[in-house]
């Protein structure tokens, strides 16, 4: 049964630390997205690439936060420096072309 | 531009009872894919279904059904005999073939079943 995989789970950081998460998508999918999600904001798309090429970051904060996939079983999400206002649940999810995507379990991350 | 409105914020009904969930959706493409997804109290966002903007047959699975209709650019959602085990957030969602998969999510209806 074929899953994404996030890394780490959870993760508490001080304001100022730089926060990286990480993410294996399906074998086999092509595409791979970054979202946040929380209760004010619901799920916001952060950015995604089709093969391993970014296709948007406008969901972004570019001064903070960077996404790359340096192979296609690898992608990462950076925040530094973090700040309180970073605290989300990060989902990465991953598909191919326009078809459904299927969605990690998530990295709950509080910065302090 | 595209856009997933569920007018639905919350909704509470008891064990057993059906329930409908709606979804509204605007595009101007006309390929398109339509999704719902379940967000349970674990967290964990879980694929339920796709339609295409070429099929308008509605589907059933189980206790659960989805009807699509184009003219009123609704794709609701049904669970018939509801259970606890159904409690969860559901969200609506949208890609238009011109967007290069990206996404649009509905607000999410969070569906609470009382035993």
């Known amino acids: 049964d074929a899953r994404v995989t996030q890394t780490p789970r959870h993760k508490v950081t001080e304001m100022g630390q730089e926060v990286t998460m990480r993410c294996q998508p399906i074998?086999?999918?092509?595409?791979v997205f970054w979202y946040r999600q929380t209760m004010m904001q619901g799920l916001e798309l952060l950015a995604y690439?089709?093969?391993?090429?970014?296709?948007?970051d406008s969901g972004m904060p570019k001064d903070r936060f960077s996404a790359e996939m340096p192979d296609a079983t690898l992608a990462t999400l950076k925040i530094q420096p973090s700040e309180p206002r970073d605290s989300a649940v990060y989902f990465c999810a991953s598909g191919i072309l326009h078809y459904e995507q299927y969605f990690g379990p998530g990295t709950r991350l509080t910065v302090t | 531009a595209q856009k997933v409105t569920q007018a639905q914020t919350e909704i509470s009904v008891v064990e057993k009872e059906d329930v409908t969930l709606d979804c509204v959706y605007e595009t101007r493409d006309t390929t398109y894919y339509l999704f719902w997804y379940k967000q349970p109290p674990s967290g964990e966002l879980v694929f339920l279904i796709r339609?295409?903007?070429?099929?308008?047959q509605n589907e059933i699975s189980g206790r659960y059904s989805w009807n699509f209709q184009k003219s009123t650019s609704s794709f609701n959602f049904t669970i018939t005999a509801s259970q606890v085990v159904d409690s969860a957030v559901y969200f609506c969602?949208?890609?238009?073939?011109?967007?290069?998969?990206?996404?649009?999510f509905g607000s999410g209806t969070r569906l609470s079943i009382r035993p």
């Open positions: 969602a949208l890609v238009a073939y011109s967007s290069a998969s990206k996404i649009i």
């Open positions: 074998l086999g999918h092509n595409t």
């Open positions: 690439f089709r093969n391993r090429a970014p296709l948007d």
């Open positions: 339609r295409n903007s070429f099929d308008e």
